[in-house]
């Protein structure tokens, strides 16, 4: 039941774009996305409930497409900041069978 | 700051030793959570509280006991440490469970089990 992250890891240079999925095989209500900065608690960035809508967070957005049971994580002009490790977290019913996805650990380089 | 408070920040345990982990949350939330944390494990549940006076187990809750106390504090415990119970263990709480909105965590607790 724990949805699927993608890509497991991923390099950029400052400024560069990166799109982190979330994907499940069962129906979903809701998507979560946390950014965990090393040695911290994980910190949340946004929800996104069924309907396909799209949500923004200052340069980091995100989609559902309920369709396809899939979330994509939308990083714009990547800061050093943006470096941690991102985990979607997904709820199959409202209130229900809440699970976190592996994470995908994102570096940001100078 | 409003927030989830954990105590202690770290800890070191003999096998077979007991210890209680506290959490308590100044939002007026209904739902608190013990997630606890491995390399390359991801979040797991251990046990939730979905409103005071009720607990129900996660996804890894053998060897772990909680209280609600009430509506602020959730306590997660381990009665018989084991090495395997080494991990960072963090607490949490929302709103209330479904109602779209996301969770906030505590700093964690990093247990050491020799």
């Known amino acids: 039941q724990q949805p699927v992250q993608s890509p497991q890891a991923v390099i950029l240079r400052e400024g560069e774009d990166a799109v982190i999925n979330c994907s499940s095989s069962?129906?979903?209500?809701?998507v979560h996305w946390y950014r965990q900065k090393h040695g911290e608690a994980p910190v949340f960035l946004m929800i996104l409930l069924k309907g396909g809508e799209q949500k923004g967070h200052e340069k980091i957005s995100a989609s559902f497409n309920e369709k396809k049971q899939q979330s994509s994580l939308y990083l714009t002009a990547s800061q050093l900041s943006y470096s941690g490790t991102y985990f979607c977290?997904?709820?199959?019913?409202?209130?229900?069978?809440?699970?976190f996805g592996p994470g995908t650990r994102l570096s940001v380089l100078p | 700051n409003a927030g989830v408070t954990q105590t202690p920040k770290f800890q070191v345990l003999k096998t077979g030793q007991s210890m209680t982990l506290q959490c308590a949350q100044d939002m007026n939330h209904n739902s608190m959570y013990w997630y606890r944390q491995d390399p390359g494990m991801g979040l797991r549940l251990i046990y939730y509280s979905a409103s005071e006076g009720t607990t129900d187990k996660g996804e890894v809750p053998n060897g772990y006991n909680v209280s609600r106390l009430n509506k602020r504090e959730f306590s997660l415990r381990l009665e018989s440490a084991a090495p395997s119970q080494t991990s960072v263990y963090f607490c949490?709480?929302?709103?209330?469970?479904?109602?779209?909105?996301?969770?906030?965590f505590g700093s964690g607790t990093r247990l050491t089990v020799v």
């Open positions: 977290g997904t709820e199959v019913r409202m209130g229900q069978n809440f699970v």
């Open positions: 069962k129906a979903l209500y809701s």
């Open positions: 949490a709480s929302s709103l209330r469970m479904g109602v779209g909105r996301g969770y906030t």
